[in-house]
């Protein structure tokens, strides 16, 4: 069983789904080193959960990126790509490190699944 609000969709717009409990779907990071991107200065990150939607595009998007193609950027940070391109590496690692609760289990598990080459000096 459902709880139904009142209909509040105007005449003649379709309705529209939407989150209701907002909580804990957002944190902020602050910038040591802040960015200026188009007139905008940069002093802190927000990040937030994606919605189902988002997850679907942002894999299609990997799916079918072009190889060379370094501006990219995971779609909960909010801010321009050029941002976060330019970003000092020590607050970009600060930024994913916080996005990583933030990402949805579907993520995590491909994270997680994924093998790391990082210091693989083996010869194979």
């Keep these: 069983m459902t709880n139904e609000?009142?209909?509040?969709?105007?005449?003649?717009?379709?309705p529209q789904a939407r989150i209701i409990k907002p909580e804990g779907r957002t944190a902020t990071v602050?910038?040591?080193?802040?960015?200026e991107f188009d007139g905008k200065i940069y002093e802190e990150i927000t990040i937030r959960r994606l919605i189902g939607r988002e997850v679907e595009e942002f894999l299609e998007a990997i799916n079918t990126r072009k190889d060379g193609?370094?501006?990219?950027?995971?779609?909960?940070i909010d801010c321009p790509v050029e941002v976060y391109?330019?970003?000092?590496?020590?607050?970009?690692?600060?930024?994913?490190?916080a996005m990583l609760p933030f990402?949805?289990?579907?993520?995590?598990?491909m994270v997680?699944?994924?093998p790391s080459t990082a210091g693989d000096t083996s010869a194979s």
């Design 30 to 35: 602050k910038l040591d080193w802040p960015v």
């Design 69 to 76: 193609d370094p501006r990219s950027k995971p779609p909960m």
């Design 5 to 14: 609000a009142a209909n509040t969709t105007p005449a003649g717009e379709l």
């Design 85 to 97: 391109s330019e970003m000092d590496d020590d607050d970009r690692l600060r930024v994913e490190e």
């Design 112 to 114: 997680a699944s994924t």
């Design 103 to 109: 990402l949805p289990l579907r993520l995590q598990r």
